[in-house]
């Protein structure tokens, strides 16, 4: 199995709002935590950027500070909300020859879900890496996590 982690739309235009869960903190150091040891283990990291709405270049686009993405980490930038409808993501999987998804990101009713069911579309095993998807509405990254596949942090180590 290889597994790739897929970081989606952790952006300051979203994630600078006080309105974002209040386990924004706790989101940002699971993802750091996976992404580093994907890294270590040789397994892709991928950090998807909108671009609808902000560009890049702009305070607004670039990835929240609390995250530490590594400079060899793959970047992909899509203006739809399922990032599996542009070609950068599917390209990007197929470079690095991924099979296995562990998904999370901004906004979990949103973009979120629109990648997870374009994942589920594209015939991708995935899970979404629970506490690492995030929103405004807690109700909301609940009720996406019981539509899908969910993996703890703990368990997404062990695969990386």
Known sequence: MKPCLVVIDMQNAWLENPRCTPSLDD???????????????????IWV?????????????DLFGALHPDPDDVRVHKVAGNA???????AALAACEADFLVLCGFRA????????????????RFALLRDAV???DLAMVRAVEAMHPVLSWEVACVLG
């Open 27 to 45: 989101a940002c150091e699971i993802v750091d935590h996976v992404a580093a040891t994907f890294r270590e283990a040789g397994h892709p990291v």
């Open 49 to 61: 950027q909108d671009k609808e709405s902000v560009q890049p270049g702009e305070h607004a686009f």
């Open 84 to 90: 599996f409808a542009e070609a950068g993501l599917p």
């Open 109 to 124: 009713e949103g973009c979120v879900l629109a990648t997870a069911q374009g994942a589920a579309t594209a015939g991708h």
């Open 134 to 136: 995030v929103s405004y």
